[in-house]
């Protein structure tokens, strides 16, 4: 390791949509020419740093892999800055589980046309990301009727 520091990277925070995921935090602001970011994962099963697919990327972001993509693995990242030999100390991100902490959209919801009663509505509900095996979602629909009619039904 390099004796020349820098400031760390600060508010490093997994987003994730969808199940799609990424690191992000907030730039290190020091003089001196481009600055320069990695990122290691590790995962609760594999207890070992290793690289991801951002080494020495100018950008505050990076996408996790397709290997991280197990929405039941729990994994810490940790991201350092770089500006030729002088190196920061890593940041790491609390522990991130896709399933418990990703923010799922809404669903693509459709309406099925129904001849046979003016009473009910058909409606298909399918999730906003490819499901896998296992998955169990839930949805509460609500739905009102707009009519300017006081009679009632």
């Known amino acids: 390791e390099s004796s020349l520091h820098l400031p760390a990277p600060r508010d490093v925070r997994v987003y994730s949509y969808n199940f799609r995921s990424s690191l992000r935090w907030s730039p290190v602001k020091v003089d001196g020419g481009p600055l320069l970011y990695t990122v290691h994962f590790?995962?609760?099963?594999?207890?070992?740093?290793?690289?991801?697919?951002?080494?020495?990327?100018?950008?505050?972001?990076?996408d996790f892999p397709q290997l991280l993509n197990e929405p039941r693995w729990t994994v810490t990242l940790r991201v350092r800055a770089e500006l030729g030999p002088a190196v920061s100390a890593w940041a790491e991100s609390e522990?991130?589980?896709?399933?418990?902490?990703?923010?799922?959209?809404?669903?693509?919801?459709?309406?099925?046309?129904?001849?046979?009663?003016?009473?009910?509505?058909l409606i298909s509900v399918t999730p906003p990301f490819a499901s896998r095996r296992g998955d169990s979602l839930q949805y509460r629909v609500s739905y009102w009727e707009n009519s300017t009619s006081t009679t009632k039904k």
Do not use: H, Y
């Open 95 to 121: 522990p991130f589980v896709a399933e418990r902490n990703t923010t799922i959209g809404p669903p693509q919801v459709s309406s099925v046309p129904e001849a046979r009663s003016s009473d009910s509505l």
């Open 42 to 62: 590790k995962t609760g099963a594999f207890n070992q740093w290793d690289e991801m697919n951002c080494t020495r990327i100018s950008r505050t972001e990076c």
